[in-house]
């Protein structure tokens, strides 16, 4: 028990600065705990302003997905008004959605995750010039290139929806934009150029070709396959993975969620890659077999979280957010909630998406190594293979069709509604309810919730803490490992809402 | 000789780095590059360790290193009763670090409308505050008096978020070495001297009195649909979003997020009104004239214009 020691290791280049509190035997984490320490209340914000408000404040929440907590505010007052959201609103809200992803998968990978490749943990290894050429921030040349391509494909979320970020233009019934054929052209020549860009930087072949790897006997083939592979951003990311054992490390929970991602519009030539009505489906993901998801077996626990409350689960439409600080004595430690789909905590997120549609490459690395930092990573930034093409489609639908894209609402008196998306983390809900035209309750469920979750009255350990529990340190002055788990779930530590903004500290 | 720019986040969503990163020319990395600003630290950028970004800010604090400009994003978070441990900073209220910062900052940018004013939670429970104002009122969290050590008052830069193109100018011009001339509320007349509603391209409407009643129509967004475009300060419609468009041009009603109350506490998406003419009229215009003109002004509207069939 002598070697046993606690520290505290605070991460930069997550939305906030991120403290990790962990407890070492030897050179082994043995426990972790992840706390948020900042409260921003956004939603007691929301008590009793008008019915429409949540679509003007709740993408104040963040900053990089600010369009995604749009979406899932539109569509519970989607829900609320019973309205039919026409095909054309739901093309141009899927565009959009695909955008900020796009963005979002290629600034993490290259402005956040891939700069700990230039960390001085890898001085020795093979790799480490190379990191240092591509990753050294605001200079490392695919830095430079994710700045200047991420930021144009944005320019279709101004063409369509005003401005990136924080824009209002979707409402219940569909956009208030109606983009003319001309803005439809520009935004299909935006995403060729971005298309060609990704293509042969960041993955280094067609996305066509890259569908076909579909095992990771496939993977490792074809990396050796062409200069091309080996020498893009995604190459790179492999070589430097195998090097450093990312396959090994950051387990998690091995469950997953995915509310699905996309409403498939009712006419669309766009093939879905399941049968739950998204394009990419809906799923819960344990011990290999996938269950529909039902928004009833949500709940969350504050029994390890500063809000009052005796520590029972409560569903989001009977969710309170009363904040009690008690400090660091106790047992609460966090200002995030700790979200359970059926009692289970769960990570959510690109690899959760890969899962639910049980695509054939990342079902293997499952079944071979488990899940990781490595597939976890990797699902992020080869998932636009899978968006890009179908965005392209629906501007060409939206192109060939003279039909609306509002159907109005009637007055908002009274209702609950719920807004179920998958953000570029995973899956983010908005739950509300109004009365006397009046909002009585909102509660916000963001990805970095079930990331992030503290532990639940039942002792289970969310998703990061459970990633780290466990993980072998090669030089406890510099654990790059726990940079490399933390950052492969993508934490968005602005977006915990609750509104905690997570920092980290017990 | 390069600049020391230290960017410290509050209580805020990022969005003003995000914002920043849509800049075109120059781009971020240009700008940094052509101003040789030296960035001691920004929260999604740096690579420092947690040992040497503690290091730096202690070396600011005590004056051993040049802080030359101070950016901040975010409201400061005052909460619960005034501790401020609603947002910590190594287990110390994060308006600590930013007192202590603000002391040493030649000059002191409020990036944002959180950071100017205070912005979503100015009314909340975690009693978010601007830097130098709450709100509409002089003082906020460094007190009406308060000068950094350049002898100016916080530079506000409000939108939620603030516009690359304004993050960037207002830097450049302190780089310089000649700040920006400040109108009402310390912000930059340069970009805050002009209405969001100049520039927008259903200006036509506004002039005839087009009215868009329910979204999605073709009219004007001010007199039914909450549109702040007319009442407040700010670039959209002049240097447009993302090099491309706004949201008034596609439709979405301007929500006044440059103003000092914003988010207001009345619901968005509507607009306040007496006998169809809003209750907040264009600034500086009197009601009667007002209500004169819009009256003879939807007399003469074109059936042109009644009849558009562009999108916008």
Known sequence: MSSRKKVIVPLNRVEGDLKIHLEYDGDTIYDAFSAGTMYRGFENIMKDRGPLDGLVITPRICGICSNSHLAAAAKALDMITQCMVPDNATRVRNITLIAEQLQNDVRQHSLLFMVDSTSPAYVSSSFYDEALARYTPLKGRSVVEAIENTKKILEILSILGGQWPHSSFMVPGGVVSVPGANDIVQCKYILRQFRMWYEK??????????????????????????????????GFFLRFGREAGLSRIGKGTENFISYGFLD???????????STGYYMPAGFVSKGSVRQVNQHEIMEDTSHSWFSGHGEELHPYDGMTIPYATGSEGHRYSWGKAPRYDGQPAETGPLAQMLAAQNPLFMDLLNQDGPSAFSRQLARIVRPTLTIPVMDQWLEEIAQTDEPFFTPYGEIRNGQGHGMVEAPRGSLGHWVIIEDGRIKRYQVISPTTWN??????????????????????????????????????????????????????? | MS??????????????????????????????????????????????????????IQRLSEGKERLDILCVEGSVIRGPGGTGMYDDFLGTPKKDLVYALAAQARYIVAVGTCASFGGIGADGEIEATGLQYHKYDIGGFLGEDFVSAIGMPVINIPGCPCHCDVIIGTLSAICRGTPPELGDYNMPLEWYGVMVHQGCTRNEYHEYRVEEKRMGEKGCLFFYLGCHGP???????????????????????????????????????????????PLELPEGMDRAHYMAYKGMAAAAAPARLKKRKTRI
């Open chain 2, 3 to 56: 600049l020391n720019l230290f960017w410290l986040q509050c209580g805020g969503c990022g969005g003003d780095t995000w914002s920043l990163f849509n800049a075109s020319s120059p781009n971020v990395v240009d700008f940094l590059e052509a101003q040789d600003i030296n960035l001691l630290w920004h929260p999604s950028l740096s690579v420092q360790s947690p040992e040497e970004h503690q290091d730096i």
């Open chain 1, 264 to 274: 498939m519009p009712r006419n669309t030539r766009v093939q879905s890659l399941g």
């Open chain 2, 231 to 277: 009442l407040v300060h700010g670039v959209c419609n002049k240097l447009l979003w993302n090099g491309r468009s706004s949201k008034t041009r596609v439709g979405v009603p301007c929500f006044g997020c440059t103003r000092p109350d914003f988010p207001q506490l009345y619901p968005f998406f509507e607009t306040r009104n007496i006998e169809g003419i």
């Open chain 1, 201 to 234: 930087q960041v993955l280094g072949c067609s996305c066509d070709l890259w569908r076909q790897v579909r095992s990771r006997q496939d993977l490792e083939a074809w990396l050796e396959a062409s200069p091309a592979h080996y020498q893009s951003d995604l």
């Open chain 1, 452 to 506: 992030a979750s503290p532990r639940d009255s039942n002792g289970q350990l969310g998703p990061w803490e459970r990633a780290l529990a466990g993980t072998k340190i090669r030089d406890l002055k510099i654990p790059v490992e726990v940079d490399h788990i933390v950052r492969s779930f993508d934490p968005c530590l602005v977006c915990t809402v609750h509104c905690a903004d997570l920092r980290w500290e017990v």
